[in-house]
């Protein structure tokens, strides 16, 4: 298995410009996960899927951000408008169950200038 | 609420010298603690899950033990390519999500 891929590695936009970010997850996982990391908080999650299906989006800073899974194989993170504070490294995950290990994608570095 | 403590915040050893991390957490019905290995530019690789007090699990020269308000990774004669920073996180409750710590950045000198 490829493991979890993640695309783009890097994206630098201007604010104002929309962000998608996109994520294959591990086949046979039931659990998707984004997470944004930056130095001053660490790894942060988003929100997560279970069997395609977003079940908390409470990490979500606000409606700016959007999350679709419409498929086991893919799912996408949207930034819409995006903003110079938006710049960090975003992480998808995907497990099969719960209780277990993640297994991390990449990431992708986002810069907004 | 939810909280996870990890120190030092930044460790330098000398080759062959051993040391623990320290992780303290705070989270209401733990199910599992886990820590994961990241390298500069890549995503966090998982090491080990420990789901009750008392529990240890070992791989090459790390080994990880968990108590009721903590857990400690014990690093042995470490070397170079153990440098990296390591994560703690937990899951607890009903949340199937991992509340990461913002990690240990070791630093090992040949």
């Known amino acids: 298995d490829a493991g979890v891929i993640q695309s783009p590695r890097h994206e630098v936009t201007e604010m104002g410009q929309e962000v998608t970010l996109r994520c294959k997850p591990i086949s046979g996982h039931d659990y998707l996960f984004w997470y944004r990391q930056t130095m001053m908080r660490g790894l942060e999650l988003l929100i997560y899927f279970n069997n395609n299906v977003p079940i908390d989006d409470s990490g979500m800073p606000e409606d700016r951000f959007s999350a679709k899974m419409p498929n086991a194989s893919f799912s996408t993170l949207k930034i819409q408008p995006s903003e110079p504070r938006d710049s960090a490294v975003y992480f998808c995950?995907?497990?099969?169950?719960?209780?277990?290990?993640?297994?991390f994608g990449s990431g992708t570095r986002l810069t907004v200038v | 609420e939810d909280q996870v403590t990890q120190s030092p915040e930044a460790l330098r050893l000398q080759e062959g010298e051993s040391s623990s991390l320290n992780c303290s957490y705070t989270v209401s019905g733990l199910r599992g603690l886990f820590w994961y290995r990241q390298d500069p530019g890549k995503g966090p690789e998982f090491l080990f899950t420990?789901?009750?007090a008392g529990e240890e699990k070992e791989k090459e020269r790390l080994k990880a033990t968990l108590t009721k308000k903590e857990s400690f990774l014990h690093i042995t004669a470490p070397k170079p390519e153990d440098s990296a920073t390591y994560l703690c996180?937990?899951?607890?409750?009903?949340?199937?999500?991992?509340?990461f710590g913002t990690g240990t950045r070791l630093t090992v000198i040949p």
């Open positions: 995950a995907s497990s099969y169950g719960h209780g277990y290990g993640y297994t």
């Open positions: 420990l789901y009750s």
């Open positions: 996180a937990v899951q607890g409750g009903l949340a199937n999500n991992l509340f």
